[in-house]
């Protein structure tokens, strides 16, 4: 989910409820309160355990006074934003927001190879997933394309965006969704919130549990135009402390000739990535990390992600893939197995 922008329709809405069970604790039972709205393109969700001290709409308010100054740093779809302004070649400081999603999105081309790539700009634009959906991609275009693409072209330098081509142009969508569920976290621990669960577009971040149940997390079956978060699931993961991202292609593609075109692009080959994976659910630490490996995966394939995986035991996924007959069919780390139901 490589490329990134905000989405009017959120294909990465997969975030469908927070699913709770009985469950008997003997820890004093604190009230949980929640609130939600739209943020980025799409919706947001948060429960969180209140002592009593915090007002929730006074809390909402403060979230979304975050979720706007974070768009106006990373959002494609604002054109006064720095993003939008770094695209454009403006002489423009940048922010803290830019800055971190920048070292966490070159700490993740690193870390998988380059699959994940934020200099995938003029690619997504040509396919015709950028903000304006305008395709004007060709086979002639395509060494020209590839020639801005790759992280060793770009660099912060006095806090400015330094591009070795100014036509390079960046895009943060595999990636800032994640983010923006890290800032609103990071907010709630600032303010003493022992459990919660951040909700943006799909990508998730839990801290602690609800009264001593875990934070189940529906999954939705990725089939083409399923639309409808929660209409159909594929599992439910239940998860504590950690951040949960899946990225798809079943729901912003195109078909043109009877190919199927997906939004996410191979940074490599400059073209949508075509395997047999469909969907990838990454559990890491942090929400961020979690959305761009999820993205980069899509791109590595079923084989790549799987190796990568195992070289890094540290993170954990549910991946669903289509078999040669074309049924679906799953596969997870082998931790996270006990926390998977249906």
């Given at each position: 989910m490589g490329i990134m922008s905000y989405v009017k329709t959120s294909w990465k809405a997969l975030m469908l409820a927070v699913l709770i069970i009985p469950a008997y604790s003997c820890r004093e039972t604190i009230t949980f309160d929640s609130f939600g709205g739209f943020a980025q393109g799409t919706t947001y969700s948060i429960v969180f355990g209140n002592n009593g001290t915090i007002d929730p709409q006074n809390l909402k308010s403060d979230v979304e006074k975050i979720l706007k100054e974070f768009d106006?740093?990373?959002?494609?779809?604002?054109?006064?934003?720095?993003?939008?302004?770094?695209?454009?070649?403006?002489?423009?400081?940048?922010?803290?927001?830019?800055?971190?999603?920048?070292?966490?999105?070159?700490?993740?081309?690193?870390?998988?190879?380059?699959?994940?790539?934020?200099t995938i700009g003029p690619l997504v634009k040509a396919w015709g997933f950028?903000?304006?959906?305008?395709?004007?991609?060709?086979?002639?275009?395509?060494?020209s394309l590839l020639n801005?693409?790759?992280?060793?072209?770009?660099?912060?330098?006095?806090?400015?965006?330094?591009?070795?081509?100014?036509?390079?142009?960046?895009?943060?969508?595999?990636?800032?969704?994640?983010?923006?569920?890290?800032?609103?976290a990071e907010f709630l621990d600032s303010k003493g919130i022992k459990s919660y669960l951040v909700e943006i577009g799909?990508?998730?971040?839990?801290?602690?549990?609800?009264?001593?149940?875990?934070?189940?997390?529906?999954i939705d079956r990725p089939e083409d135009n399923n639309n409808m978060p929660g209409n159909n699931l594929q599992a439910i993961?239940?998860?504590?402390?950690?951040?949960?991202?899946?990225?798809?292609?079943?729901?912003?593609?195109y078909v043109e000739n009877g190919v199927k075109y997906s939004h996410t692009i191979d940074p490599v080959t400059g073209y949508p990535a075509r395997n047999t994976l469909l969907s990838a659910t990454i559990l890491a630490e942090d929400c961020a990390t979690a959305d761009g490996l999820a993205t980069a995966c899509?791109?590595?394939?079923?084989?790549?992600?799987?190796?990568?995986?195992?070289?890094?035991?540290?993170?954990?996924?549910?991946?669903?893939?289509?078999?040669?007959?074309?049924?679906?069919?799953?596969?997870?780390?082998?931790n996270l197995k006990k926390f998977i139901s249906r």
């Open positions: 106006l740093s990373l959002s494609l779809y604002v054109d006064s934003s720095i993003l939008s302004k770094v695209n454009r070649n403006e002489n423009v400081m940048v922010d803290r927001y830019f800055t971190e999603a920048f070292l966490l999105s070159a700490d993740i081309s690193d870390l998988t190879g380059g699959a994940f790539d934020i950028g903000p304006d959906d305008y395709r004007n991609f060709s086979e002639s275009k395509l060494d801005l693409v790759g992280m060793g072209k770009i660099s912060l330098e006095n806090g400015r965006l330094v591009k070795t081509n100014p036509s390079i142009s960046l895009d943060f969508n595999a990636i800032a969704q994640g983010y923006s569920v890290d800032v609103v799909g990508e998730v971040k839990a801290k602690g549990d609800k009264n001593g149940v875990l934070w189940r997390i529906g993961i239940s998860i504590k402390d950690r951040s949960l991202a899946t990225s798809g292609n079943y729901r912003k593609f899509m791109v590595m394939g079923k084989d790549r992600t799987m190796e990568f995986l195992g070289e890094h035991p540290g993170y954990d996924a549910f991946l669903v893939y289509s078999d040669e007959s074309g049924n679906f069919m799953t596969w997870s780390t082998e």
